[in-house]
């Protein structure tokens, strides 16, 4: 992420909070890092490690106890839809803020560009080779090397190759659609921000209520009969994978950045918004699995991520700003990424044998390890050099006469 100037001017009628330092009459740091959030970035992407270890398939489970297996699998379920709901948000929010008022479309666009993809296409050889192309046909791989697998409402393209691939096909169009949503963000009225971000966390809610109204509701999906995930493929994809669907989280965490930038965000602390999340994720488990996915946590994790941010910008204590966290929250989108793979292929090269539950936890921590480190390799020694040499144009002024990003004035 690229980091630069404060964005718009003063808000006319703007409440600003006299002991936060602030520039132009805004709630905003003299830089635009936030340490707090890049920390917050590696415990979302361990909730969807979680998630998939808990996945009780035959190429990812290790337990041979049922009873054991059920228990990790109810605990561990709603793991990874909360990762990800908190990586969209996340995405929106922190692209917002640290928007620069003399960017240009074309250099956003070739910053996030250089920052996911070589990642992305390495992360697809790598599962091609050691798994995927065994039972992956052609079309659907190349569907999938160009992030618009997630289009196709089939579970055996959305979810191929790498898995966990197909929320970066959803990034793809969100990126693509920043500039023009920032443009039009920008012009709320301070004053309205709230009953956009109302509405659009309604919207977020009201989607399942939407997708089981309008689709039918048999077969389910493979395996959602064994889940205890009553949907079908299509009412899944409507509601969890269709990046236009998807977008609503991306857009909620941008106008929250404007909320929390322009003073009128209601904080009510990390401490309180954490405890929001953990009951939004025990009451996922309570509803109908459509719901699971977004509908419980979707306020704790808006209000989680603004604290965390208020509390960069006050200077107050934060759990996820010390050097480790940061570290980790550096390598977690090559985690992100890696960690399928890993457990995998992990469970392919242990063969057919099953375990008891302390070799489970030693395997899984093995596993575990190895991600990280995977992910430290590729971060070291793919993305963070080609985003460094790779994100502004070779030749001072290549961009000169571009269109300012989101219109700045």
């Not at 977008?247 to 965000?265: E, S, T, Y």
């Not at 990390?270 to 699995?289: D, E, K, N, Q, R």
């Not at 392919?348 to 995977?374: I, N, Q, R």
């Amino acid at each position: 992420m690229t980091h630069g100037n404060t964005i718009g001017g003063p808000a006319p009628g703007a409440a600003v909070t006299p002991e936060v330092p602030v520039r132009d009459g805004l709630l905003r740091p003299a830089t635009s890092r936030l340490p707090s959030l890049t920390g917050l970035r590696f415990p979302a992407a361990l909730l969807v490690f979680l998630n998939h270890s808990g996945l009780p398939f035959p190429g990812l489970r290790l337990l041979k106890d049922n009873e054991t297996t059920h228990d990790w699998f109810e605990l561990t379920r709603n793991a990874g839809s909360l990762g990800v709901t908190f990586f969209f948000v996340l995405s929106g929010f922190v692209l917002t803020w640290s928007a620069r008022e003399t960017d240009t479309t074309r250099a956003f666009w070739r910053r996030r560009f250089v920052k996911i993809y070589p990642n992305y296409v390495i992360t697809w050889v790598l599962a091609m080779v050691l798994f995927a192309s065994a039972y992956t046909p052609t079309r659907t791989a190349v569907a999938n090397l160009f992030m618009v697998q997630v289009w196709v409402p089939k579970f055996d393209v959305f979810s191929s190759v790498n898995t966990p691939s197909w929320s970066l096909g959803c990034e793809l169009v969100f990126y693509a659609c920043f500039p023009l949503l920032l443009t039009l963000f920008r012009r709320i009225p301070v004053e309205r921000l709230k009953y956009w971000i109302g509405a659009l966390v309604a919207l977020v809610i009201a989607t399942p209520t939407i997708t089981y109204a309008v689709f039918p509701d048999k077969p389910y999906f493979p395996g959602g009969e064994q889940l205890g995930a009553h949907a079908t493929v299509t009412q899944y994809w409507f509601a969890y994978f269709l990046p236009p669907v998807r977008m609503v989280d991306f857009a909620l965490g941008m106008l929250v950045a404007l909320a929390v930038i322009k003073g009128r965000w209601w904080n009510i602390g990390m401490l309180w918004s954490t405890g929001l999340l953990v009951g939004g994720y025990v009451l996922a488990s309570h509803v109908p699995f459509l719901y699971s996915q977004r509908s419980t946590t979707i306020v704790p994790i808006v209000f989680l991520i603004a604290a965390a941010a208020t509390a960069d910008v006050k200077g107050t204590v934060s759990p996820f700003r010390n050097r480790t966290m940061v570290w980790l929250g550096e390598i977690s989108f090559a985690f992100y990424l890696v960690h399928f793979i890993v457990l995998t292929y992990g469970r392919k090269w242990l063969g057919h044998d099953f375990y008891s539950t302390a070799e489970t936890v030693g395997l899984l921590s093995a596993m575990f390890a190895v991600s990280v480190l995977a992910a430290w390799a590729l971060y070291a020694l793919v993305e963070r050099p080609i985003t460094r040499g790779w994100s502004r144009p070779r030749r001072q002024g290549a961009a000169t006469g571009a269109k300012p990003l989101a219109g700045a004035e």
